[in-house]
């Protein structure tokens, strides 16, 4: 193959075939074909592996091999090693507890050299470029979702605590070990917890954004000056964000939307139905129309799990007594007629 | 392993337990893992969710060595495991609400279409191994484009990297590839040859 022509390479050769270059790139490959009878023959060999590897059926996905072998025989060792200590009969059980209490010590020592030995590979990464909410369970139990472009990397080498690293946004339903806290490093600051479930957001700017569905987390920051490491424990429906701009944890008003990405999950909690028709407009690219204040000001609780527009806005105003008319995407609240 | 005549499998089928060791698990791992994953891929339209089942079915096929009785070769009854887990798991769990409602009709023309993935030919099996040789990135943007059939720009954007990028990628994958299959090439490059002589001829 020659290539008198720098700008022809393989890349562009690929992007060719691929219909990717516009008429006066094209121009250029077709002169370069003609240069020689091997450039052509080049191309037509890359165009044959592209037609051959496009006969595959089933059509192949991306895997790590070597790794999912890794993942499978680590299974594998942890499951026989649960087996070998449950096939033993009653009789060396007994023998067992005796001799296991006068050595607990040694079995201790025993047992930690053990996990050395089958320690899976020390990182453990889950990486979501879906447009869809991607589902994981880690090592440890927990259970993770990410947002679209999300990524989280999880260290299994360190015994004494769990952490992740966290890009972009994910929900954490931490499987409970009071021995290893579970922590979530996401750059300037984290959160540590022992188990619960919350959702971390790391915004544009770099701040987080925490959300606490059930349980007590902590949330950590080192302080820019004095790199003093500000605390902020947050329970059950609280929301915070650590900021790097106010360089502190500040609380907020709780985001009855924040789930909404994970399974479509709205929870109001005495907000006003002026919040509620705004939440839900941005959530569900709805226009809500409504002029009464007397209605925009009522108070309004309730949570919803994966349940679509008309459900919603059909339930809210059963339940607040007011009407509403929809044309296509545009809704509009009005007074209920009433009939006494 | 098991090399059994069409008509044994059609007609009198033998019932056998499997005989396997560690390493006759790693081997079948290596040959049939990224298959079965694009197989399960299938059914279910997620690369995670694909490889969990295919592990779930070697692992199960592990523990349960000694008591599994098959009457087919070891790779259809991978497969059906697979195919099986699959189908569960979209019935009975309801992962993809959607996926189960949008595609019932292709489910059960799924269920009832019986074809034996198991058997493969060389040239197949290379490519699927070449594939899998690539590196990571590599192979994400190959498939994105090969099977996926995103333009350059769609992938640059869902991998978060420049248009450049991907066009020197996918270069050199389409040379690495071309280099793997040198061997097979002139076989199908004469096939090609015959068939525009043929044209030739009956122009």
Known sequence: MTHKNKHIDDGRLASFLLGELDQEEQKQIIDWLDDSEG???YLDQLEQVWLETGKLDPRPISVNKYKGWQKLSNRIKYFEQGESRSRR???TKRLLIYTSIAASALILIGIFSLLKVYKPEPQYIVDNNKPTVLHNTLPDGTVVSLNRNAQITYDTADDNQRTVKLQGEAYFKVKRDTLRPFIVNAGIGGVKVLGTSFNVKIRENNDIAVTVNSGKVELFYPEQNTNDTVRMILVHNEEALISLKQNNIVRLASNSSALFWLDKRLSFRNNSL???????????KVEIISENDLINNLSYSSAFIDKDFDYIIKVIAETLNFNYSKNGNTYTIEEADNEE | MFNQSADTVTSTNTIQSICIDKEGLESLFNDQYSRLCAYAFNFLKEDEASE???QDVFFKLWVNRTTIQIDSSLESYMFRSVRNACLSL???IGIRENYKLHNQEEISYEENRDIDYSAVTELEKKIRDSIDALPEQRRKIFILSRYEHLKYKEIAE???????TVENQMGKALKFLREELEDYLPLILLFLGQFFLQLTVLA
Do not use: D, G, Q
Not at chain 1, 274 to 284: D, G, I, M, N, Q
Not at chain 2, 158 to 164: A, E, G, H, T, Y
């Open chain 1, 89 to 91: 009969n009653p009789a």
């Open chain 1, 274 to 284: 002026k919040e509620v028709f705004s939440a839900l407009e941005t959530c569900y």
């Open chain 2, 90 to 92: 979209i019935k009975h």
């Open chain 2, 158 to 164: 869902r991998l978060n990297i420049s248009v450049k």
């Open chain 1, 39 to 41: 450039n052509r023959r």
């Open chain 2, 52 to 54: 969990e089942v295919v």
